[in-house]
């Protein structure tokens, strides 16, 4: 495999259930991301991880709690979910540092979440 | 505070015109990045092209084209002889050149549709 993969793809849970979003980067990055895309809106960055530290966190809920156990796979852990996060759940990775191509972020194909 | 906008929410065309995607943006640092991504209805968003902000020569790729104005902060899109498989949502992007992990502004993106 090649690029970041996602999983699962699509995701339907309840409002009481736990689930957890993969994302895994083959680039040799050290720099990964969790954005959210809700109709209508921005594309909404949530968290980042620089070398598996935490360096972001954009005012997101405690409901969504992310996990990067090394630099090439990152978690999002679900727990107690509303209905107005249902919503497209994108991952990126990108190879900070002073050497180009830096900055540029590379996107999986997202997970795809209801909640009902 | 950075901002990306995109006017156009959707923009439908027949095969074979020429389309133009607007983007203006918003920055109060000399130093910046732009950036297109395209995102198919598979949902991963596809890295297009990124631009500094010292360097304001327009770029050609194939039918792609991007014209860089930092007079009037702008980085439209152009595509040359729409082809069907170009219908996509169009996101304009901002970054900050600066050390640690990258934070792109992303605008709301443009619908694009081409029909046969």
């Known amino acids: 495999e090649t690029g970041v993969t996602q999983t699962p793809r699509h995701l339907v849970m309840g409002m009481t259930n736990k689930k957890s979003l993969k994302c895994e980067q083959h680039l040799g990055h050290n720099a990964m991301y969790w954005y959210k895309q809700s109709a209508k809106k921005p594309l909404e960055l949530m968290f980042v991880?620089?070398?598996?530290?935490?360096?972001e966190n954009n005012s997101v809920p405690s409901r969504f709690s992310p996990e990067c156990p090394n630099s090439s796979h990152l978690f999002l852990h679900l727990h107690t979910l509303q209905p107005e996060d249902s919503a497209l759940y994108l991952c990126a990775s990108s190879q900070d540092g002073v050497q180009d191509p830096r900055i540029i972020q590379y996107f999986g194909a997202g997970t795809r979440l209801s909640v009902l | 505070a950075q901002k990306v906008t995109q006017a156009q929410t959707e923009i439908s065309v027949v095969e074979k015109e020429d389309v133009t995607l607007d983007c203006v943006y918003e920055?109060?640092?000399?130093?910046?990045?732009l950036f297109w991504y395209k995102q198919p209805p598979s949902g991963e968003l596809v890295f297009l092209i990124r631009r500094n902000s010292f360097d304001e020569q327009n770029e050609i790729s194939g039918r792609y084209s991007w014209n860089f104005q930092k007079s009037t902060s702008s980085f439209n899109f152009t595509i040359t002889a729409s082809q069907v498989v170009d219908s996509a949502v169009y996101f304009c992007a901002l970054s900050e050149a600066q050390g640690g992990s990258e934070k792109l502004v992303f605008g709301k993106g443009t619908k694009l549709t081409v029909n046969p």
């Open positions: 991880y620089n070398f598996k530290e935490q360096t």
């Open positions: 920055t109060r640092d000399t130093t910046y990045y």
